[in-house]
T-cell receptor
Framework: DTGVSQDPRHKITKRGQNVTFRCDPI?????LYWYRQTLGQGPEFLTY????????KSRLLSDRFSAERPKGSFSTLEIQRTEQGDSAMYLC?????????????FGNGTRLTVT | AQSVTQLGSHVSVSEGALVLLRCNYS??????LFWYVQYPNQGLQLLLKYTTGATLVKGINGFEAEFKKSETSFHLTKPSAHMSDAAEYFC?????????????FGTGTRLLVSP
C-alpha cells in the first residue's frame, strides 16, 4: 500500500490558462473522489468515480472542470480558463466498495495558485 | 441533507492537558461520523469513525469520540495532549444510504499545543 499519490504537489498558473492534475489511487481501490479545500475551510466534494464511471458531480464542478478516469485506475482533473477563485487545494481520495462505507484514503493534494 | 458544525476554529491546550474538540451534526438519516486530522501541506488522515454499534469509538494516537444521538454530537477527546497532536482536525458526516462516501466536512479546528 503506497497510498494515494497526487501530482503535481504545487501548481502556479496565470488566469486563463488550463491546468491538469493527476491522481493515482491505492491500487485495489475502485472508488475515487475529488474534493476541493479552500483556505480556512473543510474539503468540499467535487465528484466521484466507481471504476471508470463518473457517478456524481457536485454543483461546484462548473463547465470549466472535467474529470476522467479512463481505465478505472488513475484519474485526471482538468480546469480550463482558470480563474483566481479556483485557487485551492485539490484533494483526491480512494476507497474500496467491497466494504460498506470503507474509509476514504486521501492523497497529499495539489495546491493550485491562480495569479 | 447533512451538515457539520465545529465549535471553535482554534483550541489551545498545554502539553499533557485534556483535548476536547466539539462537533455537532445535522442529518435527516442515521449518520456515519468521522474525524480526520490534517498536518500542514498534507492530506487528511482518518482518526476514527462511527458507523453503527458502540457509541464510544477509539481511534489512533489515543483519540476517542462518543456519538450522542440525543445531542447530535460527536466530540473528539484525548486525555493528554502531545506536541505532535498540533494539527487541523475535521469532523465529517455521511449518510448511510448514499451508496458511496459523500463526506460533508466541518470548517475545522486548529489544535495548538504549548509546552
Amino acid at each position: 500500500d503506497t497510498g494515494v499519490s497526487q501530482d503535481p504537489r504545487h501548481k502556479i498558473t496565470k488566469r486563463g490558462q488550463n491546468v491538469t492534475f493527476r491522481c493515482d489511487p491505492i491500487s485495489e481501490h475502485n472508488r475515487l473522489y475529488w474534493y476541493r479545500q479552500t483556505l480556512g475551510q473543510g474539503p468540499e466534494f467535487l465528484t466521484y468515480f466507481q471504476n471508470e464511471a463518473q457517478l456524481e458531480k457536485s454543483r461546484l464542478l462548473s463547465d470549466r472542470f472535467s474529470a476522467e478516469r479512463p481505465k478505472g485506475s488513475f484519474s485526471t482533473l482538468e480546469i480550463q480558463r482558470t480563474e483566481q477563485g479556483d485557487s485551492a487545494m485539490y484533494l483526491c481520495a480512494s476507497s474500496l466498495d467491497r466494504v460498506s462505507n470503507s474509509p476514504l484514503h486521501f492523497g497529499n493534494g495539489t495546491r493550485l495558485t491562480v495569479t | 441533507a447533512q451538515s457539520v458544525t465545529q465549535l471553535g476554529s482554534h483550541v489551545s491546550v498545554s502539553e499533557g492537558a485534556l483535548v476536547l474538540l466539539r462537533c455537532n451534526y445535522s442529518s435527516s438519516v442515521p449518520p456515519y461520523l468521522f474525524w480526520y486530522v490534517q498536518y500542514p501541506n498534507q492530506g487528511l488522515q482518518l482518526l476514527l469513525k462511527y458507523t453503527t454499534g458502540a457509541t464510544l469509538v477509539k481511534g489512533i494516537n489515543g483519540f476517542e469520540a462518543e456519538f450522542k444521538k440525543s445531542e447530535t454530537s460527536f466530540h473528539l477527546t484525548k486525555p493528554s495532549a502531545h506536541m505532535s497532536d498540533a494539527a487541523e482536525y475535521f469532523c465529517a458526516v455521511s449518510a448511510w444510504n448514499t451508496g458511496f462516501q459523500k463526506l460533508v466536512f466541518g470548517t475545522g479546528t486548529r489544535l495548538l499545543v504549548s509546552p
